[in-house]
């Protein structure tokens, strides 16, 4: 029945009108009787007179000599990886993506042009140097054991070519990205009208200024590198109510979506006279700062705002401009220097504006302010348990073990460290404000070796707000910072943490006693959540080392140095700056009456307009950073796509195409064109 049916479906197509070339119009046919039996494999099939073409084909080339032509091919320049490893990817790889169809894989993403290129590490290759790279960015790592020992001597001796690869990447990346890009302002009438409440800072400042003196920022010239400052936690003298933060696990898509409307509602603008809460106000205003200040004998108070950006003046170039209030008064003869928010800039790039805005949105989406911690209030904790520097490794391994497992104190210590529990407090919304005490200073090791330093200590009061706490599985909780990461080029990797980026992650983990940073990666395109990681301030400082050649503790001596040169300054208002005109110096100014030769605060804010740079320069992507889609595809970060064929030969001959006389043939050797056309059977008979 079916044959038939078949049979009479054949009919009518021969009879359609398809328009015939003109040989088959001789015979006014379209297809002659002819070369349908003889090329048709339907009308084969239909006769019961079919047969595979490829049946028995392995029999065809037993006696091919594979062995001679891998020889012939290698001195065309291609090299095949051996055929053990070719069938453990492709088993590995199979398995591999039967799994990842089941799950959801954040970031991937198609690279919008074409690689010029295969990459020289063969797919077992760049899977086994990836299972090396994550092994050791680990937290959790152990003993290696001999097969890991093997993969590790393997990676090293393939260094060498990652590198040279990793570069060649890293600029073809560089050649694709077009800084006139016009990128989407996430939120930007928020932007816009936060930026503006904050602005509107500067009409409580006197309006004239003249310079006072000068501050070194640059570390050969304060001469403070062979002392080893050091900024120690002392104790946490109030900690205020903190939200409990609840973040995604990523095992479906997220994306944060959400409107001007809803932000405004939830972190509504508001000018400095309107303020009503105390941690609103700058540190110079705020009454719990004087009061703790003057009970802890203070010589230094600072928003950590301020902090941030008087420590983040490590730039060899010294590109960054802020401008920061000061405000130095007297109790009973005892000078305290306040230094509050630094002024925002008038302009900024698209990347720093949606980074800014990314900061509201996390909190607006993990921040359960509903559900809080009770307010506290400590006693001085021993200098023994914090007393540890990020450079110093072999002393801050169990300071680090307080960081990323036992993060609170047990119930005994509790009862015996906190005091004044009030049971009864009714909290505000982000009411989540610490006031901690540190000692800025030189290390016990320096003053023990140098008799007569005359390098003076600063007790530093240190007001700061934290995102909040995260309940671990293990009915633990841990203190949490979230910080945005904007991704402009998933399809090549993840990008680099700026130097900006990483100083002030750092900050915030310096003065955040026992909190964890949660970086959370975003697609700028998508808004949708990449991967979040988790870092300690020693792993922070440990990238900007490697990713730009920094040593943070450096950024303390600056710090010091400052606090010397503004603790000899007479009672009053100041203001302290930075062009990078100036290279490695900021300006104190004083108000004055008069208008000539004077620098003018008001005009800076005249215009009341927050500008967009149109140029974005080249976010460089990370050569040591995976990603989920990196790891689901089992490649390293920064290089090309792996192939089976590596692409140099050993003695370095890069790969090519033979030359146009293929087809001559001399001492014994096999054509070319027959090389070419053997290729795809090689896999398949050297099995």
């Given at each position: 029945m079916r044959k038939q049916y078949l049979l009479n479906m054949e009919e009518r197509f021969r009879n359609l009108d398809w328009h015939p070339a003109l040989e088959d119009m001789?015979?006014?046919?379209?297809?002659?009787?002819?070369?349908?039996?003889?090329e048709s494999a339907m009308y084969k099939i239909m006769n019961d007179n079919f047969k595979n073409p490829f049946e028995n084909i392995e029999s065809e080339y037993a006696d091919v000599d594979v062995e001679l032509i891998k020889k012939h091919l290698f001195e065309d320049g291609e090299v095949f990886a051996d055929s053990q490893d070719e069938e453990q990817v492709k088993h590995e790889d199979s398995s591999s993506m039967?799994?990842?169809?089941?799950?959801?894989?954040?970031?991937?993403?198609?690279?919008?042009?074409?690689?010029?290129?295969?990459?020289?590490?063969?797919?077992?290759?760049?899977?086994?140097?990836?299972?090396?790279?994550?092994?050791?960015?680990?937290?959790?790592?152990?003993?290696?054991?001999?097969?890991e020992r093997e993969e590790y001597e393997e990676y090293m001796t393939l260094k060498r070519i990652i590198n040279q690869e990793q570069q060649e990447f890293l600029e073809?990346?560089?050649?694709?990205?077009?800084?006139?890009?016009?990128?989407?302002?996430?939120?930007n009438k928020f932007v816009a009208l936060k930026w503006k409440a904050k602005a509107h800072r500067y009409r409580t400042l006197p309006q004239y200024y003249v310079e006072s003196t000068n501050i070194s920022l640059c570390v050969q010239k304060v001469?403070?590198?062979n002392k080893d400052i050091r900024a120690v936690f002392t104790s946490c003298l109030q900690q205020e109510a903190l939200p409990k933060v609840i973040l995604p696990t990523l095992d479906r898509p997220q994306k944060l979506f959400v409107d001007t409307v809803k932000l405004?509602?939830?972190?509504?603008?508001?000018?400095?006279?309107?303020?009503?809460?105390?941690?609103?106000?700058?540190?110079?205003?705020?009454?719990?700062?004087?009061s703790l200040a003057r009970e802890a004998e203070a010589d230094f108070v600072i928003s950590s705002s301020g902090l941030k950006c008087l420590l983040n003046n490590i730039d060899p170039n010294y590109s960054n401009t802020w401008l920061i209030p000061i405000v130095v008064k007297s109790y009973g003869g005892k000078k305290v220097v306040y230094v509050d928010k630094k002024l925002p800039p008038t302009t900024a790039t698209i990347q720093q504006k949606n980074t800014w805005v990314y900061k509201y949105i996390l909190r607006h989406y993990f921040v359960n302010e509903s559900e809080s911690s009770k307010k506290i209030k400590t006693k001085e904790k021993p200098e023994s348990a914090t007393n540890c520097s990020d450079s110093d490794d072999s002393t801050c391994n169990d300071y680090l073990k307080i960081y990323e497992e036992d993060l609170y104190l047990s119930d005994t210590d509790k009862s015996d460290n906190l005091t004044n529990v009030q049971t009864d407090f009714k909290m505000d919304k982000e009411q989540n404000v610490s006031y901690n005490l540190f000692r800025l200073g030189p290390s016990l090791e320096f003053l023990q070796q140098e008799k007569m330093s005359g390098v003076k200590e600063y007790k530093m009061l240190v007001r700061t707000k934290t995102d909040g706490i995260e309940m671990l599985p293990n009915q633990e909780s841990q203190t949490l910072i979230l910080a945005p990461k904007m991704e402009h080029q998933l399809a090549y990797?993840?990008?680099a943490v700026t130097l900006d980026e990483g100083m002030q992650q750092w900050i915030s983990l310096k003065f955040r006693p026992k909190a964890l940073l949660a970086r959370v990666r975003i697609a700028t395109d998508t808004a949708e959540i990449i991967q979040i990681e988790r870092h300690t301030s020693l792993s922070v400082s440990k990238d900007l080392k490697r990713l730009h050649n920094v040593k943070v503790q450096d950024s303390l001596s600056i710090l010091h140095n400052i606090i010397e040169e503004l603790s000899s300054l007479t009672p009053g208002q100041y203001i302290i700056r930075h062009v990078p005109q100036n290279g490695p110096f900021a300006c104190v100014y004083k108000p004055v009456n008069h208008r000539k030769n004077v620098f003018d605060l008001h005009a800076m804010y005249?215009?009341?307009?927050?500008?967009?740079?149109?140029?974005?320069?080249?976010?460089?992507?990370?050569?040591?950073?995976?990603?989920?889609?990196?790891?689901?595809?089992?490649?390293?970060?920064?290089?090309f796509k792996p192939s089976f064929k590596v692409s140099k030969t050993p003695s370095g001959r890069p790969r090519g195409r033979p030359k146009k006389n293929t087809?001559?043939?001399s001492n014994n050797k096999v054509p070319v064109s027959l090389r070419r056309s053997t290729r795809q059977i090689i896999n398949k008979t050297k099995t």
């Amino acid at each position: 029945m079916r044959k038939q049916y078949l049979l009479n479906m054949e009919e009518r197509f021969r009879n359609l009108d398809w328009h015939p070339a003109l040989e088959d119009m001789i015979d006014n046919v379209f297809i002659r009787d002819e070369r349908m039996e003889r090329e048709s494999a339907m009308y084969k099939i239909m006769n019961d007179n079919f047969k595979n073409p490829f049946e028995n084909i392995e029999s065809e080339y037993a006696d091919v000599d594979v062995e001679l032509i891998k020889k012939h091919l290698f001195e065309d320049g291609e090299v095949f990886a051996d055929s053990q490893d070719e069938e453990q990817v492709k088993h590995e790889d199979s398995s591999s993506m039967q799994e990842q169809k089941k799950l959801y894989v954040p970031g991937i993403r198609v690279s919008p042009v074409p690689f010029p290129r295969k990459s020289e590490l063969t797919m077992a290759q760049q899977a086994m140097c990836l299972r090396v790279l994550l092994r050791f960015s680990s937290i959790e790592r152990g003993p290696m054991n001999e097969k890991e020992r093997e993969e590790y001597e393997e990676y090293m001796t393939l260094k060498r070519i990652i590198n040279q690869e990793q570069q060649e990447f890293l600029e073809f990346v560089k050649n694709q990205w077009d800084e006139t890009f016009k990128w989407r302002i996430k939120c930007n009438k928020f932007v816009a009208l936060k930026w503006k409440a904050k602005a509107h800072r500067y009409r409580t400042l006197p309006q004239y200024y003249v310079e006072s003196t000068n501050i070194s920022l640059c570390v050969q010239k304060v001469n403070l590198t062979n002392k080893d400052i050091r900024a120690v936690f002392t104790s946490c003298l109030q900690q205020e109510a903190l939200p409990k933060v609840i973040l995604p696990t990523l095992d479906r898509p997220q994306k944060l979506f959400v409107d001007t409307v809803k932000l405004l509602e939830r972190y509504p603008p508001c000018v400095t006279h309107q303020v009503t809460q105390h941690f609103r106000l700058p540190v110079s205003e705020d009454m719990y700062c004087e009061s703790l200040a003057r009970e802890a004998e203070a010589d230094f108070v600072i928003s950590s705002s301020g902090l941030k950006c008087l420590l983040n003046n490590i730039d060899p170039n010294y590109s960054n401009t802020w401008l920061i209030p000061i405000v130095v008064k007297s109790y009973g003869g005892k000078k305290v220097v306040y230094v509050d928010k630094k002024l925002p800039p008038t302009t900024a790039t698209i990347q720093q504006k949606n980074t800014w805005v990314y900061k509201y949105i996390l909190r607006h989406y993990f921040v359960n302010e509903s559900e809080s911690s009770k307010k506290i209030k400590t006693k001085e904790k021993p200098e023994s348990a914090t007393n540890c520097s990020d450079s110093d490794d072999s002393t801050c391994n169990d300071y680090l073990k307080i960081y990323e497992e036992d993060l609170y104190l047990s119930d005994t210590d509790k009862s015996d460290n906190l005091t004044n529990v009030q049971t009864d407090f009714k909290m505000d919304k982000e009411q989540n404000v610490s006031y901690n005490l540190f000692r800025l200073g030189p290390s016990l090791e320096f003053l023990q070796q140098e008799k007569m330093s005359g390098v003076k200590e600063y007790k530093m009061l240190v007001r700061t707000k934290t995102d909040g706490i995260e309940m671990l599985p293990n009915q633990e909780s841990q203190t949490l910072i979230l910080a945005p990461k904007m991704e402009h080029q998933l399809a090549y990797g993840a990008e680099a943490v700026t130097l900006d980026e990483g100083m002030q992650q750092w900050i915030s983990l310096k003065f955040r006693p026992k909190a964890l940073l949660a970086r959370v990666r975003i697609a700028t395109d998508t808004a949708e959540i990449i991967q979040i990681e988790r870092h300690t301030s020693l792993s922070v400082s440990k990238d900007l080392k490697r990713l730009h050649n920094v040593k943070v503790q450096d950024s303390l001596s600056i710090l010091h140095n400052i606090i010397e040169e503004l603790s000899s300054l007479t009672p009053g208002q100041y203001i302290i700056r930075h062009v990078p005109q100036n290279g490695p110096f900021a300006c104190v100014y004083k108000p004055v009456n008069h208008r000539k030769n004077v620098f003018d605060l008001h005009a800076m804010y005249k215009s009341m307009t927050y500008e967009t740079i149109s140029k974005f320069p080249w976010p460089p992507i990370d050569i040591m950073m995976t990603t989920p889609a990196i790891k689901c595809y089992k490649k390293m970060p920064a290089m090309f796509k792996p192939s089976f064929k590596v692409s140099k030969t050993p003695s370095g001959r890069p790969r090519g195409r033979p030359k146009k006389n293929t087809n001559v043939t001399s001492n014994n050797k096999v054509p070319v064109s027959l090389r070419r056309s053997t290729r795809q059977i090689i896999n398949k008979t050297k099995t």
